[in-house]
Structure formats: structure tokens, C-alpha cells
């Protein structure tokens, strides 16, 4: 099965597992992913992520992340899709509940956090919000 969006897949999968009380999810692995992980596990909102090789596939291990019971992820969102790219100079990247979430940028510089990007003054492609 071909998936048209590889990140908005993985965000689903991390939705669904949270909503569903489960300690861990799997996610077919790729770079871009990785890199977002890291931006989510930086920021506290997941534990972390382990790459395994399953039947000659790599794979995606995310350990997802509760407080009291609840998922620390109330909301994840993918903004820019295959069908509407949404990109965003630095004076134009969004604040996510008025500065309590992140959103997720791809950057010349990598992807970041949306307050790494305001640091190091670059804007880029906003790939997901989370809150």
C-alpha cells in the first residue's frame, strides 16, 4: 500500500495509540520522521523513539508519554499536506494556544521547533502543531 503522506501517517498512528492508553507505537521509519521525533521528545512530549529493524524494514519505536493518567498530547495536527503546502517566513510562524504548544517547521537549517526557528531567525515549511 502506498501512503501519500508518510508524516501525517505516523501523527495519526501517535493519535490513535495515545487515545487508545497504549505505551508504545511503531512507525515505519524514514529521516523526516526521525527528525520530527526528536523536535517531540526535545520539547517533553514524548519519552523517545527507538529504530529497530523488523523483518528487514526499519522501524519507527515511539514510546509515547502520560502525566496523571492523560496523554501530554491533547492535539497534533499536520498543517501542511501533499495537496496544500503551508510555508511561513519568521515573522509569520504561528503561535500554538498562544504560545503553550509547538509547531513543527522544516527549515534550510532542519526541522525545529517553531521557537528554534525564531532563534536562529529562519522560516520554512510548517509540517505539524502540537499541544
Known amino acids: 500500500m502506498n501512503i501519500s503522506d508518510p508524516l501525517g501517517d505516523m501523527l495519526t498512528r501517535i493519535r490513535n495509540a495515545q487515545m487508545r ?3 508504545k507505537t511503531t512507525s515505519p521509519a524514514s529521516k523526516l520522521r ?3 521525533l ?3 521528545t526535545d520539547e517533553g512530549y514524548i519519552r523517545g523513539y527507538a529504530e529497530i529493524e523488523k523483518s528487514g524494514h526499519k522501524t519507527l519505536e515511539i514510546e509515547l508519554k502520560y502525566y496523571e493518567g492523560q496523554p501530554v498530547i ?3 495536527k499536520r498543517v501542511s499536506k501533499p ?3 503551508v510555508y511561513s517566513s519568521v515573522s509569520d510562524i504561528p503561535l500554538v494556544r498562544n504560545g503553550l504548544g509547538i509547531s513543527i517547521l522544516s527549515t534550510s537549517q532542519g526541522v525545529m521547533s517553531d ?3 525564531r532563534a536562529k531567525n529562519v522560516g520554512g515549511e510548517v509540517l505539524c502543531r502540537v499541544f
Open 21 to 23: 492508553g497504549m505505551s
Open 34 to 36: 526521525a527528525r520530527v
Open 38 to 40: 526528536d523536535v517531540l
Open 74 to 76: 491533547s492535539e497534533i
Open 83 to 85: 495537496g496544500r503546502r
Open 115 to 117: 521557537n528554534a526557528a
